[in-house]
T-cell receptor, first 116, second 116 residues
Framework: AQTVTQSQPEMSVQEAETVTLSCTYD???????LFWYKQPPSRQMILVIR??????QNATENRFSVNFQKAAKSFSLKISDSQLGDTAMYFC?????????????FGAGTRLTVKP | DTGVSQDPRHKITKRGQNVTFRCDPI?????LYWYRQTLGQGPEFLTY????????KSRLLSDRFSAERPKGSFSTLEIQRTEQGDSAMYLC??????????????FGSGTRLTVV
């Protein structure tokens, strides 16, 4: 079974600064996908960024980028130029490639607070 | 299409009562997922459908839980004889499975269940 671990229950960052959220996962699969989702207070979850395990290049979406270390099974999220609207719960998620049982599995989340 | 819709947004019920939630996915999506999220935790997988077929059920899904997706469109999640431990946010998500890499899920806003 795949497990996803987010070791930082809470983090804070000053507006305009950079913050990195950690995620590690455990799997015996070789082909899989990793995701970061954002869940603002009382709002629905939205996809921030995704990474295919077969791609060595780290994914980037505007101010969001990942550091994917396949051998270490690590998938951290870097938020640059933090904005107040980035305040939310952030969930790391894993999904194996193909097959029937490839639903998404989530970590426990990191609560990020961006301070003015 | 305005995304994934869930109804109701909130439900308060007495212990022992039955409740039913509805999810309307994005119409082009052929996969539909149910997750349960308790406060401060990540979503836990319950079950998913590909079209009208229920392909996987979590061990979290006790005999009191049943899900259906007639005609491969909307889905319902029923909880019979509710218990206080069932209090949680129930999230629905949908995705389109194709031979390429997944685009991630689109989540609904959830149904918050409170069992008193």
């Amino acid at each position: 079974a795949q497990t996803v671990t987010q070791s930082q229950p809470e983090m804070s960052v000053q507006e305009a600064e950079t913050v990195t959220l950690s995620c590690t996962y455990d799997t015996s699969e070789n082909n899989y996908y990793l995701f970061w989702y954002k869940q603002p207070p009382s709002r629905q979850m939205i996809l921030v960024i995704r990474q295919e395990a077969y791609k060595q290049q780290n994914a980037t979406e505007n101010r969001f980028s990942v550091n994917f270390q396949k051998a270490a099974k690590s998938f951290s999220l870097k938020i640059s130029d933090s904005q107040l609207g980035d305040t939310a719960m952030y969930f790391c998620a894993f999904m194996k490639h193909g097959g029937l049982n490839n639903d998404m599995r989530f970590g426990a989340g990191t609560r990020l607070t961006v301070k003015p | 299409d305005t995304g994934v819709s869930q109804d109701p947004r909130h439900k308060i019920t007495k212990r022992g009562q039955n409740v039913t939630f509805r999810c309307d996915p994005i119409s082009e999506h052929n996969r539909l997922y149910w997750y349960r999220q308790t406060l401060g935790q990540g979503p836990e997988f319950l079950t998913y459908f590909q079209n009208e077929a229920q392909l996987e059920k979590s061990r979290l899904l006790s005999d009191r839980f049943s899900a259906e997706r007639p005609k491969g469109s909307f889905s319902t999640l029923e909880i019979q004889r509710t218990e206080q431990g069932d209090s949680a946010m129930y999230l629905c998500a949908s995705s389109f499975l194709w031979t390429g890499s997944p685009l991630g899920y689109t989540f609904g806003s959830g149904t918050r269940l409170t069992v008193v």
